[in-house]
């Protein structure tokens, strides 16, 4: 299986800067895709951004411009750079990896516990 730990999450005020990670463990084969995704109360999950392997990335379009996914393969590690954040960029922010393990023979989906960013007006 694998276990994604998320960190750097907390409160800021609006105007400010914050530096989400999640690291990404266990028996991984290989990584597909990681991206952030952002949950605020009585709100559907979104994604905010995604990273290939490759290095692609795509973006929401609430925080183009603001917002940088980046990768770090040997690591396993996904970083999103978040500035100029606003008062609706408030949620619970999950890391979302597709990996390959050696119990199954395609790429499942897994999840972290998310961590809180909230921004004040």
């Known amino acids: 299986q694998v276990q994604l730990a998320e960190s750097g999450g907390g409160s800021v005020q609006a105007g400010g800067s914050l530096r989400l990670s999640c690291v990404a463990s266990?028996?991984?084969?290989?990584?597909?895709?990681m991206a952030w995704y952002r949950q605020a109360p009585e709100k559907q999950r979104e994604l905010v951004a995604g990273i290939t392997s490759g290095g692609s990335t795509n973006y929401a379009d609430s925080v183009k411009g603001r917002f940088t996914v980046s990768r770090d393969n040997a690591k396993n590690t996904m970083y999103l750079q978040m500035s100029s954040l606003k008062p609706e960029d408030t949620a619970v922010y999950y890391c979302n990896t597709r990996a390959v393990v050696p119990a199954y023979g395609l790429p499942r989906d897994y999840w972290g516990q998310g961590t809180q960013v909230t921004v004040s007006s």
């Open positions: 266990g028996r991984i084969l290989s990584i597909v895709t």
